[in-house]
């Protein structure tokens, strides 16, 4: 799990062994109410993190590239239901305090699997063709992990379709049939993400420094309060 650590260092090597036992009693109700009154704050800065990004706007516009190229029907739903899943599994946890250590706060932003954005209600769809011939569209999994890899070797993406677009605007079609106009086609470049580099790692990188300075903030509040 993608994880933000703060922890409570300060120098106790010269301490006496008993007070050092009670500054670490005094640490643990803290630490507890400081995870609890950070765990909904943490959540929606992450959320915001995402909707913060390109990926966002492209996906929940009705003529952005990313709804338009990967065929997402009810796509504000579908986005919102990854968003609320990446949440869900947002993790908070105490660090006990250890040897000269006082313990601390884990966050942990996102699986490092990412399931369950992947198992999300819209992260994939079926596709059936004139034809009858369904196919699994992996849409989430392809934004998030495949890069500049061709996906569909054989089709292309044409947009202004006048019939038979999904969205209104854009279809699949085999590159033969546009020979020298249509390319192989792969997640659009300005957004292909791997699993190291993505839009949910991106949202979570962004949104760290203002979960951390939060965390700060909320341990003083407690401390002083």
């Known amino acids: 799990m993608e994880a933000i650590n703060i922890t409570v260092n300060p120098d106790l090597t010269g301490f006496d062994k008993n007070i050092l036992e009670e500054f670490k009693q005094f640490a643990i109700p803290r630490l507890n109410k400081i995870k609890t009154k950070l765990e909904i704050p943490v ?21 952005g590239q990313l709804r338009v190229e990967f065929g997402i029907l009810d796509n504000k739903k579908a986005v919102e239901d ?38 999300a209600q819209g992260a994939q769809y079926i596709s059936v063709n004139s034809a009858g011939t369904s196919t699994l569209i992996e849409w989430l999994k392809w934004l998030l992990f495949e890069g500049d890899v061709i996906i569909i070797a054989d089709y292309g993406v044409f947009g202004h379709a006048k019939k038979g677009s999904r969205t209104g605007s854009h279809i699949m079609v085999k590159t033969k049939k546009e020979a020298g106009k249509l390319q192989p086609w792969r997640v659009p470049p300005a957004f292909a993400g791997t699993v190291n580099h993505n839009w949910i790692t991106d949202a979570a990188k962004f949104s760290a420094e203002k979960i951390t300075r939060l965390l700060e903030e909320t341990g003083r509040e407690v401390l002083n309060g």
């Open 43 to 63: 959540k929606k800065i992450i959320a915001d993190g995402m909707r913060s990004t390109d990926h966002y706007g492209s996906l929940i516009s009705d003529r």
């Open 82 to 119: 990854i968003i609320q899943a990446v949440q869900s599994s947002i993790q908070l946890d105490v660090i006990p305090p250890k040897g000269t250590s006082l313990g601390g706060i884990f966050i942990g932003a996102y699986r490092d699997n990412f399931s369950d954005a992947l198992s």
